[in-house]
């Protein structure tokens, strides 16, 4: 592996409160399993900036805890030099992707996430902000198996 440039991935959602936070942490995890960390940098960001400051919905960060992730962290909203900053920007829906896109990010860094996991069965991790605690575990599921698959992905792009 390259390690004299890592690769930068930008997780973003709406608020940069659940479904983001969860992504960066989530991939991070796996990479230090797997003893690659350090060939990444990782962030999240959300489209909106209404929770910028913020840290972790606390029902994720309940959510990551019961699973054995930490998950820490304060908010902000995507600015235009994250267009250049980061190699990949995945999204966590198609509202999300669109909004991305109306901001002037380069189409050919961006993906959803599940894009990453053709056989999940769904085309967008569902925001769980407004639901109950079941769509944090969806979330979680989803999130864990994706990431996975994305590392599995960019490691076998390096080799």
């Known amino acids: 592996m390259n390690t004299d440039r890592r690769k930068s991935i930008l997780f973003v959602c709406m608020g940069n409160i659940c479904r983001s936070p969860m992504a960066e942490v989530m991939f991070r995890h796996k990479a230090m399993l797997r003893g690659v960390e350090d060939a990444f940098i990782v962030d999240s960001a959300g489209t909106g900036g209404w929770h910028a400051g913020e840290e972790p919905d606390e029902r994720m960060r309940r959510m990551a805890g019961r699973n054995g992730i930490q998950l820490e962290g304060s908010a902000r909203q995507v600015c235009s030099a994250d267009f250049e900053a980061f190699d990949m920007i995945v999204c966590m829906d198609e509202d999300n992707y669109g909004n991305l896109v109306a901001m002037g990010a380069p189409v050919d860094r961006l993906s959803k996430m599940l894009q990453h996991d053709p056989e999940c069965g769904h085309e967008n ?23 996975d698959l994305l590392l599995d992905r960019l490691l076998e792009d390096e080799g």
């Open 125 to 147: 991790v569902p925001d769980p902000y407004y639901g109950d605690g079941d769509g944090f575990q969806v979330v979680f599921d989803l999130l864990e198996r994706s990431c």
